[in-house]
């Protein structure tokens, strides 16, 4: 059986890991939102260089016919 020392510091120590699982939740909230903010960035780039490749491919084809 506990004593109530006993159970109080069990459960300030589950308070305080509880607390740091929050901090770390909120981290990697964090952490996914800036990914996916850089992931949307990049495919948008990605598509961009898609139709820049596509205009050069298409240029490079024009020229090799003349």
């Known amino acids: 059986m506990l ?3 006993q159970a109080v510091f069990t ?4 308070i305080g890991k509880v ?3 929050k901090q770390l939740i909120t981290h ?4 996914i939102e800036q990914l996916l903010k850089e992931n949307k960035q990049l495919r948008k ?5 898609k139709y820049r490749v596509q ?4 240029r490079t084809k024009k ?3 003349q």
Request: net charge negative.
């Open 19 to 21: 607390q740091q699982q």
């Open 55 to 58: 205009e050069l491919e298409a």
């Open 45 to 49: 780039e990605n598509e961009q260089l």
């Open 3 to 5: 004593t109530v020392q």
């Open 11 to 14: 459960v300030e120590s589950l």
């Open 28 to 31: 990697q909230q964090q952490v």
């Open 63 to 65: 020229n090799q016919l």
